[in-house]
T-cell receptor, first 118, second 111 residues
């Protein structure tokens, strides 16, 4: 089966510019996650969608970050305006099961988008 | 506060040698614990998952153990290969549908 697709793989922008990332989850996976992974750290959950509804966005900096998942499939994550500290890898993951702490809820990750803010 | 701590932060071993990575957690209530492998430039891939009733789980040369009483887990890699060079992330689920990631252990296997 095809994996989680993300684009672009790399992006370099200057601070205060805007940027958008795209994610296409595994077909049939209702749950989609966006993570931010700063170099040398583990992934930090930014937002979790269940179909096209938001389940958890408690760690999303809503003053500059936004995300949407139209039609419950593809998703985009946007940063506007970007700051230097936004430099990180942005990972998208999807899972079949609704509940993130379920034994059967394996999250499948995409390759990530490496963002560099200058 | 739910936390997952991993040690060591980094490790260099010779090809063919064994190694053990540690994970301590304070997540409560506890649901399950996964070990992920993350190759450079790739997303994490699940290696093993265990609940409180499982003490050990193997996946090829990878063996994970769990002590739910002391809230500790380990990942043992046997007869390491160059392809084992990666970051290994401990992920604990629980705490009311929350998933907590450790910062990972970066393993480098050298010839």
């Amino acid at each position: 089966e095809a994996g989680v697709a993300q684009s672009p793989r790399y992006k370099i922008i200057e601070k205060r510019q805007s940027v958008a990332f795209w994610c296409n989850p595994i077909s049939g996976h209702a749950t989609l996650y966006w993570y931010q992974q700063i170099l040398g750290q583990g992934p930090k959950l930014l937002i979790q969608f269940q179909n096209n509804g938001v389940v958890d966005d408690s760690q999303l900096p809503k003053d500059r970050f936004s995300a949407e998942r139209l039609k419950g499939v593809d998703s985009t994550l946007k940063i506007q305006p970007a700051k230097l500290e936004d430099s990180a890898v942005y990972l998208c993951a999807s899972s079949l099961i609704d509940f993130p702490d379920s034994y059967y809820n394996e999250q499948f990750f995409g390759p990530g988008t490496r963002l560099t803010v200058l | 506060k739910n936390q997952v701590e991993q040690s060591p932060q980094s490790l260099i071993i010779l090809e063919g040698k064994n190694c053990t990575l540690q994970c301590n957690y304070t997540v409560s209530p506890f649901s399950n614990l996964r070990w992920y492998k993350q190759d450079t430039g790739r997303g994490p891939v699940s290696l093993t998952i265990m609940t409180f009733s499982e003490n050990t789980k193997s996946n090829g040369r990878y063996t994970a153990t769990l002590d739910a009483d002391t809230k500790q887990s380990s990942l043992h890699i046997t007869a390491s290969q160059l392809s084992d060079s990666a970051s290994y992330i401990c992920v604990v689920s629980g705490g009311y549908q929350k998933v907590t990631f450790g910062i990972g252990t970066k393993l480098q296997v050298i010839p």
